[in-house]
């Protein structure tokens, strides 16, 4: 039985819509995830998640294997206990962080030691470790563990980091013990047309469940993001999902769809939210701005959330400058509620057959428009630092 199905595709683009099948239920495609990468979406707990149209949330193997600990976790009855959310749980491997946000002592073809964040104690992980971890901590989708140089690297380096993620996708696939998780290859290669291709067709030889398309959203560049991912897309099995790593602006993610894209991630909606940044059908606005010290509007005339029909932008302005912590809160919920608006529309277009006449139209719009005033986080090095 496929895990997988297309349900509707855009006569007009690579946009399609799907459900995908894991142990804590279906997803509809595409889907946007929010990012809990200590197991936690920051300040929201999971009922409100699952009120604002959240279907999958995303952790972080990297930061919970070193606290609270594998063990804590296993112990506890699995991931989804420990984090009170019972549908389905993306978690990251840990080798974007292992490679970006870590001090790397030593890498080889058998993985890496590196400097705990936390406390500078040396840790090795590898493809093996980092499967066996996400086997242990139980989320309904796991990562290979992959090698993401950084940005600028010389092409040697590129390729040495397609031929590792290749062979640890390997060893994680034969390695991977838990009939309940989905485990998804990662595609490497940064802008490189070629690299990508090889190391598509390597991980399809693999044959898994899904793929996704890493080593983006590092510092190239909207546009040369964009060529990427429409040459690689292409490259990845029809009938499987396809999972954009980081990304990132509503208008990244509208064009992402048209290429073809199933699934994303990004700390955009709930960084900026914690940063008096609000989404809104007008564009985004700057919370901490004095125009808004007697504007008792919602944030949003035509948003239903928590925080448009209960705080007007005075008070969500009021709360950030005396410091209460219910502003980040309210316009974090805010920005996740606007994303998964954002997909229910795209989802209905697609299946309406109306997607590239709307998309055309949305990218034009205020609310979906790229904006000076967004963090970007899609070219920030740190975007599951959360």
Request: glycine share 8%.
């Amino acid at each position: 039985m496929s895990i997988f199905e297309i349900i509707k595709k855009d006569t007009q683009s690579d946009a399609r819509t799907g459900l995908l099948q894991t142990h804590h239920g279906t997803v509809k495609t595409p889907v946007f995830m929010p990012v809990g990468t200590r197991a936690v979406v920051k300040g929201i707990i999971p009922q409100q998640l699952r009120e604002a149209g959240s279907q999958i949330v995303l952790a972080n193997t990297f930061h919970l294997m070193l606290k609270p600990g594998v063990e804590i976790i296993e112990k506890c009855g699995g991931l989804h206990k420990f984090m009170a959310w019972d549908g389905p749980i993306l978690t990251d491997s840990g080798g974007y962080q292992v490679f970006s946000l870590s001090t790397i002592n030593f890498t080889d073809d058998n993985g890496t030691e590196f400097a705990s964040p936390y406390d500078g104690m040396k840790i090795k992980l590898d493809a093996t470790g980092a499967t066996e971890i996400q086997n242990k901590l139980g989320a309904d989708i796991i990562m290979c563990f992959d090698q993401c140089p950084p940005f600028g690297a010389e092409k040697k380096e590129l390729q040495k980091a397609v031929e590792r993620t290749i062979k640890w996708a390997k060893i994680c696939k034969d390695i991977h013990s838990n009939s309940k998780q989905l485990l998804f290859g990662i595609v490497q290669g940064q802008t490189d047309n070629h690299l990508r291709q090889n190391c598509a067709e390597e991980l399809i030889k693999i044959d898994f469940p899904g793929y996704a398309i890493g080593g983006l959203s590092v510092g190239e560049g909207t546009e040369q993001m964009f060529q990427t991912v429409r040459f690689t897309a292409p490259l990845l099995p029809q009938g499987k999902p396809r999972y954009l790593m980081g990304v990132g602006t509503p208008a990244d993610i509208i064009q992402v769809v048209e290429a073809g894209i199933d699934m994303f991630d990004c700390v955009m909606p709930t960084r900026n939210g914690r940063n008096a940044l609000a989404f809104t059908k007008d564009g985004p606005i700057r919370l901490r701005n004095s125009a808004y010290i007697d504007d008792f509007r919602p944030i949003d005339l035509s948003c239903r959330c928590p925080c448009c029909t209960t705080f007007s932008r005075s008070a969500i302005r009021h709360f950030f400058n005396v410091g209460e912590m219910l502003g980040p809160i309210m316009l974090s919920l805010h920005n996740i509620v606007f994303y998964h608006n954002l997909m229910d529309k795209i989802r209905e277009n697609i299946e309406n057959g109306t997607f590239a006449k709307w998309a055309a139209q949305a990218l034009q719009c205020p609310a979906y428009a790229r904006n000076s005033q967004v963090n970007n986080d899609t070219e920030n090095t740190e975007y599951r630092k959360e």
